[in-house]
T-cell receptor, first 114, second 109 residues
Framework: EAGVTQFPSHSVIEKGQTVTLRCDPI?????LYWYRRVMGKEIKFLLH????????ESGMPNNRFLAERTGGTYSTLKVQPAELEDSGVYFC????????????FGEGSWLTVV | GQSLEQPSEVTAVEGAIVQINCTYQ??????LSWYQQHDGGAPTFLSY????GLEETGRFSSFLSRSDSYGYLLLQELQMKDSASYFC??????????FGKGTKLSVKP
């Protein structure tokens, strides 16, 4: 069974440009999460989808970030326009049920804004 | 809101035992999890405690005391490959995880 996959693994863009990160959760996992880790800091929650619905987007830093999960399968996280402080690793994670013990993480998308 | 405190760094030698503590403040408690993250890798699940006591999984054990809002991860017979960051996390009311800032463990020969 494939794990959570993320694309691209690394991205370097200039300030002001747009980047779209993609996450494919484990098949059958209704719950999909986006997290971000800025260098040396904690892994911070961004938002949570249940199927195609946004369950909780309280962690989204501002309106430059837009997440979608059309059809309840893969998800995208778009940053537009990117700022220097957006640099970090963006992790996607999925879980089958709401209260399952294990959340499975992808390898992350490393974003560098220069 | 929720917050978690854990030491930023711990150093130990191969073969030793190390304990990483975590204290938390939450508006509701739905369990304490531990994740391991090697540099450049995905956080991987280690353990989950919903009830008080010790959970053992091989060389790793996790403990929880809900009355003290406290837990720890115990790593025994340390190996070089255990060098990584370890995060404690509590679950939010919607099922998402709230992470601590992580403890960087360095295992020396």
């Amino acid at each position: 069974e494939a794990g959570v996959t993320q694309f691209p693994s690394h991205s370097v863009i200039e300030k002001g440009q747009t980047v779209t990160l993609r996450c494919d959760p484990i098949s059958g996992h209704d719950n999909l999460y986006w997290y971000r880790r800025v260098m040396g800091k904690e892994i911070k929650f961004l938002l949570h989808f249940v199927k195609e619905s946004k369950q909780d987007e309280s962690g989204m830093p501002n309106n430059r970030f837009l997440a979608e999960r059309t059809g309840g399968t893969y998800s995208t996280l778009k940053v537009q326009p990117a700022e220097l402080e957006d640099s970090g690793v963006y992790f996607c994670a999925s879980r089958k049920g709401r209260w399952g013990n294990t959340i499975y993480f992808g390898e992350g998308s490393w974003l560098t804004v220069v | 809101g929720q917050s978690l405190e854990q030491p930023s760094e711990v150093t130990a030698v191969e073969g030793a035992i190390v304990q990483i503590n975590c204290t938390y403040q939450t508006s509701g408690f739905y369990g304490l999890s531990w994740y391991q993250q090697h540099d450049g890798g995905a956080p991987t699940f280690l353990s989950y405690n919903a009830l008080d006591g010790l959970e053992e999984t091989g060389r790793f054990s996790s403990f929880l005391s809900r009355s003290d809002s406290y837990g720890y991860l115990l790593l025994q017979e340390l190996q070089m490959k255990d060098s990584a960051s370890y995060f404690c996390a509590v679950r939010g009311s919607q099922g998402n995880l709230i992470f601590g800032k992580g403890t960087k463990l360095s295992v020396k020969p």
